[in-house]
């Protein structure tokens, strides 16, 4: 017998035991900003909750390059109307300006021989990946939109913000974390100070990343101490999974009062399996992780979405050693967090599920009895 438990992990959250988080959000400091000088663009970015299905906790220099888009007006860029009816964007006023266009940031190692660089920054590059200065303007605004990785075809407009069409997840172990960015409104400078006392708060404009993508880690182990040999798990899958939907940002007029609720809609596609774990793992008392961490579509669960996991009983024939294989099959629709009472109805983004397989053995043993002798009493026999 296998039981199965479930946790769920919050990206800013590290639990312990079998606690689950709920989803907190990213707050903003609003902060007076100072005049702009003629100083450099550069960056700082905060993930929320690496690459290589490695849910990002935080971005570093390692984790590679992310891309940007900033708009530009004489005042706030903080307007704007979208026409469904011929498909149209306008921004009102309508004098803002494109000033970066999906531009690649990279990190720079040294100072850009600017006394407002600093040692070290994500700096814009040009198209064969040279650095390259962008300048705060004199007067007006920028509003910035940026996407992980760089590598992404994402579509982004100032109006509606960042989309993606048929968006799919080919291999959940090799898939990489997608973040989108909140959107930087009115900015003025890389530095931000505390209204209070002055000191520099960040070096770069703070461009918060947050998770399009849902996680999910396996760990197995024993319920007891069953002697030395006794389970061995062999391949854990996720199976009819959908791996393909269509992502929207959720901005329908372009403004900071907007409040968009990113999401995903038209999930399709179900994967027939992702190979979570291929090998020979022997579970213990303590829960050990297998596998890799998967990176999956947020979605609500199918009826056929399951989890499989192939597992071998050890026995004996004669002097020699054997193991009987076995299939335990999950299905996800139905299954509960950790308390026992709130249902997981599918992966929600920008969350990450860690699963437990605990393993139950059952002992053979025996209870010997005698079944009572039946009297047949035979006809006497006659002696003459």
Same mark, same amino acid.
């Given at each position: ?104 940031? *990279? ?6 021989? !600017? $006394?407002?660089?600093?040692? %070290? ?6 198209? /064969? @990946? ?109 199976? *009819? ?6 992502? !929207? $940002?959720?901005?329908?007029? %372009? ?6 609720? /990113? @999401? ?109 002798? *039946? ?10």
């Amino acid at each position: 017998l296998i039981n199965l438990s479930f946790i769920m992990r919050n990206d800013f959250v590290l639990l312990a035991g079998l606690a689950v988080a709920a989803m907190s959000a990213c707050t903003e400091n609003e902060v007076i900003l100072p005049v702009s000088g003629e100083s450099q663009v550069s960056f700082l970015p905060l993930a929320t909750t690496a690459t290589k299905a490695s849910p990002i906790t935080k971005y570093e220099t390692t984790t590679g390059d992310f891309k940007v888009f900033a708009w530009y007006q004489k005042t706030d860029v903080n307007g704007g109307h979208f026409s469904p009816e011929n498909n149209t964007n306008t921004l009102e006023p309508k004098n803002y300006t494109l000033y970066m266009n999906g531009i690649i940031c *990279k990190y720079s190692e040294g100072d850009k021989n !600017a $006394e407002d660089a600093g040692e %070290g920054a994500w700096m814009p590059t040009d198209g /064969a @990946g040279n650095f390259v200065n962008y300048y705060w303007p004199k007067n007006g605004k920028l509003t910035f939109s940026a996407y992980y990785p760089a590598s992404e075809k994402l579509s982004v407009d100032a109006i509606k913000g960042i989309t993606v069409t048929n968006y799919t997840v080919e291999d959940a172990t090799k898939q990489v974390d997608l973040m989108f960015s909140n959107r930087a409104f009115d900015k003025t400078s890389s530095n931000y100070f505390d209204n209070e006392n002055g000191n520099k708060l960040y070096d770069g404009v703070d461009i918060v990343f947050n998770h399009a993508l849902s996680a999910a880690d396996f760990k197995i182990k024993l319920a007891k101490d069953y002697g030395e040999k006794s389970i061995k798990v062999q391949k854990i899958e996720i199976v *009819k999974a959908f791996c393909k939907g269509n992502f !929207a $940002e959720g901005y329908t007029t %372009g403004k900071e009062s907007d409040s968009p609720v /990113a @999401g995903w809609r038209n999930q399709s596609e179900q994967k027939d399996s992702y190979v979570v774990f291929s090998g020979s793992a022997a579970p213990s008392t303590t829960a050990s992780a297998v596998g890799e961490t998967c990176i999956l579509l947020p979605q609500n669960f199918s009826d056929d979405v399951k989890v499989v996991v192939t597992y071998s009983i050890y026995f004996k024939d004669g002097a020699a050693d054997k193991w009987l294989q076995q299939t335990a099959e999950f299905p996800l629709k139905g299954t509960k967090n950790s308390d026992g009472d709130s249902e997981i109805t599918g992966w929600e983004m920008g969350k990450w599920y860690h699963y437990t397989f605990t393993f139950t053995l059952d002992q053979i043993y025996f209870a010997p009895s005698v079944s009572d002798w *039946k009297d047949v009493i035979v006809k006497d026999f006659e002696v003459k």
